[in-house]
């Protein structure tokens, strides 16, 4: 489990724009339960070399976003008034599952936007707690700060929102969990020309195309396709793991894949 | 977060009943999210003050049984082939939220034995990777191993059941969440005459009924009803642990407070 130090400021400097991967992983994590892969085993006994599930939070100004709720901390990361707004992509439980203990205490009231998702998991929207859940509309824009926010499609098994961040020029686009991209989505972000775009990559090349996540051959097609100034790999496998040990050297100079606690300046 | 001893044994005795709790807690845990108590501050700092949802393994002979999930690290704790079963009271969040990361991995298959709760809690019953669901009925005995187990109702929010053991011929009842109990259960307990009752406990005393769960004078009339050799509170919120910081040396001898991590053998 990740550090956890309250509140920690990413960032000191205003005119910056910040993100930091407190979650890289898949559902199951990383390692795995059972699994004796060489990944797993290591990842067993260091802890630096663990994914929790999908969590990040964004810095700019005097403003803090969390951005899906996948590790299990976040009480001791965040306390009152300590957070702008939480975005969360969907509602499986891998990217919402940090909530569930975070929701109670605090008197602050944390405007959460989502997906328009009748479901919700377990009991969030019966109990919401903190949590002031407001709904998002596919392509309609809202600012949080000074920074615009434009929730975009994606493709998964549940109704599934990326963010596009623009702020003093930077460009922004947060695209997990997805496989492919639909194609409003794809025209949108051609028309916005992301400098960054931080993507779902589960899997390591398969022969065919993967199930609801990508794989580094549909990743490695979308970076040809919008050639973003960096593109960082996040929602990880172990499986990726273990073909990133013999094959990372292979990616281009433009991707990286981000380990949990790393944080990223822009 | 407690400790991550994997397969962790806890009795080497064959011939006795050992409970170990792994969390102690109510949903929001000690400490609370932004609270300034006496209670939260300490357990910021000191690890061994907290508390985590509730959730407790059995051993007996050969047999692991865990009963709930409310704590997050069940993957580093059990691993693959080590679980003889898991029980489920009910399916909020806090019971359950554990076994989110914990389902994805390994070859077993769990039989995972729960009420008939049609809802269950997020994707569990559609993506359930490991964990084989049986639904139990009130009072419909069933065996583990040697132990004869006897589900019976509790009075929550949501359909929960508590677990009467009996091995060896010592009566352990688990009866969390609840407050009060139902007069079939009440029936039944008078009947089975249990010498361990295990009781939620979520409250310090209360001017009037309090909902959901039991407050100190709820569990003192059960205690009194029942005259268990030992009763066990679970299900611990913050103001029950401040009040317990003065009072608990008022309690009977009979009645403990447990803490995370704490075993009792019988």
């Not at 959460?112 to 998991?121: F, Q, R, S």
């Not at 809202?142 to 460009?171: D, M, Q, R, W």
């Not at 947060?174 to 409003?184: A, I, M, S, W």
């Not at 490695?220 to 996040?234: C, I, W």
């Amino acid at each position: 489990m990740s550090s956890t130090e309250e509140n920690e400021s990413i960032a000191n400097v205003d005119a910056c724009f910040s993100i930091k991967f407190l979650g890289t992983g898949n559902a199951p994590g990383v390692p795995v339960r059972g699994c004796s892969c060489d990944v797993c085993i290591k990842a067993k006994v260091n802890k630096d070399l663990r994914r929790e599930s999908c969590c990040a939070v964004i810095e700019f100004a005097e403003h803090r976003i969390l951005l899906d709720a996948g590790v299990f901390d976040l009480k001791y990361r965040f306390s009152e008034n300590s957070l702008s707004a939480i975005l969360l992509t969907h509602f499986h439980p891998d990217h919402v599952q940090g909530l569930f203990p975070f929701r109670w205490g605090g008197n602050d009231r944390i405007d959460t936007y989502a997906p328009n998702d009748k479901e919700g998991c377990g009991d969030l929207y019966k109990n919401p707690g903190v949590l002031n859940f407001l709904t998002l509309t596919a392509f309609a824009h809202f600012y949080i700060g000074e920074v615009l926010i434009t929730p975009v499609p994606l493709a998964h098994s549940k109704i599934t929102l990326g963010f596009c961040f623009e702020h003093l020029n930077v460009k922004i686009a947060y695209l997990t969990d997805t496989v492919g991209l639909p194609k409003k989505t794809e025209a949108f972000l051609r028309y916005w020309e992301p400098d960054v775009m931080v993507i779902d990559c589960a899997f390591p090349p398969q022969k065919t195309r993967p199930r609801n996540h990508n794989d580094i051959n549909m990743v490695l097609t979308t970076y040809e396709e919008f050639k973003p100034k960096k593109m960082l790999l996040t929602h990880i496998g172990h499986q990726l793991d273990l073909w990133l040990n013999a094959h990372e050297q292979e990616l281009p100079d433009g991707i990286s894949v981000v380990r949990d606690n790393e944080t990223y300046i822009f």
